[in-house]
Nanobody
Framework: QVQLVESGGGSVQSGGSLRLSCVAS?????MGWFRQAPGKEREGVAD???????TYADSAKGRFTISRDNAKNTLYLQMNSLKPEDTAMYYC???????????????????WGQGTQVTVSS
């Protein structure tokens, strides 16, 4: 079992930045960030594997950076140049197995955090 706790969400103006963090109760091989806006499906934002290979959704490329500190069992998402359409609940996800063919898909992960809200105003 893995517990995940996110933090770092908040309200910012368009163009601003936020850094999300997710602390895991133990080391996990694969981790990712997802988001869900009201009335929409949960979508993958970025993944990072144990070898630090990363995958980004098109909406995140060039603006968001995923990283991890394995010594602290912590996952990060640095979000720059935020837009109102980035407004969503952001979720951390993790698993002990890396199913590389499921990158950015919910089915890849068995463990989820409770989410942290990000609101971007224009």
């Amino acid at each position: 079992q893995v517990q995940l706790v996110e933090s770092g969400g908040g309200s910012v103006q368009s163009g601003g930045s936020l850094r999300l963090s997710c602390v895991a109760s133990r080391y996990t091989y694969c981790m990712g960030w997802f988001r869900q806006a009201p009335g929409k499906e949960r979508e993958g934002v970025a993944d990072i594997d144990r070898d630090s290979s990363m995958t980004y959704a098109d909406s995140a490329k060039g603006r968001f950076t995923i990283s991890r500190d394995n010594a602290k069992n912590t996952l990060y998402l640095q979000m720059n140049s935020l837009k109102p359409e980035d407004t969503a609940m952001y979720y951390c996800a993790a698993d002990l197995i890396c199913r590389r063919w499921l990158r950015l898909q919910k089915a890849r992960y068995n463990y989820w955090g409770q989410g942290t809200q990000v609101t971007v105003s224009s």
